[in-house]
């Protein structure tokens, strides 16, 4: 597909983690969403604008980075100071609605998104 991801692994508690994922090339907002184990729903996680505009979910801000790099066509979810409650598949998505001449999305609007990846899975170790 034209969203794949990779990195996912297990960890200790306390460690880090990069996931990466690679797209074909374009401007969208792109996005990072986790499902944890049994949950019916997706959570958003994070959210970068085409303009670099970033957004997070409270429980990950100040210990998870979403940056990408397009020369590459790669987006990454830097992990550090993983939690059990990090435990999940990771999810990435790309979108957006443009207006102003970029591309905006919102980590934790799905609507947001329109192309979604198989997801990697990430345990995180108590």
């Known amino acids: 597909g034209p969203l794949v991801e990779s990195g996912g692994a297990s960890v200790e508690s306390g460690g880090s983690l990069t996931l990466s994922c690679t797209y074909t090339?374009?401007?969208?907002?792109m996005g990072w969403f986790r499902q944890a184990p049994g949950a019916d729903r997706v959570e958003g996680v994070a959210?970068?604008?085409?303009?670099?505009?970033?957004s997070y979910a409270d429980s990950v801000k100040g210990r998870f980075t979403i940056s990408q790099d397009n020369a590459k066509s790669t987006l990454y979810l830097q992990m550090n100071s993983l939690k059990p409650e990090d435990t999940g598949r990771y999810i990435c998505?790309?979108?957006?609605?443009?207006?102003?001449?970029?591309?905006?999305?919102?980590?934790?609007?799905?609507?947001?998104?329109?192309?979604w990846g198989q997801g990697t899975q990430v345990t995180v170790l108590s």
């Open positions: 090339p374009s401007r969208y907002c």
């Open positions: 959210g970068l604008d085409s303009d670099g505009t970033t």
């Open positions: 998505a790309a979108g957006g609605f443009y207006t102003g001449g970029v591309y905006h999305c919102k980590y934790n609007r799905r609507e947001h998104f329109g192309t």
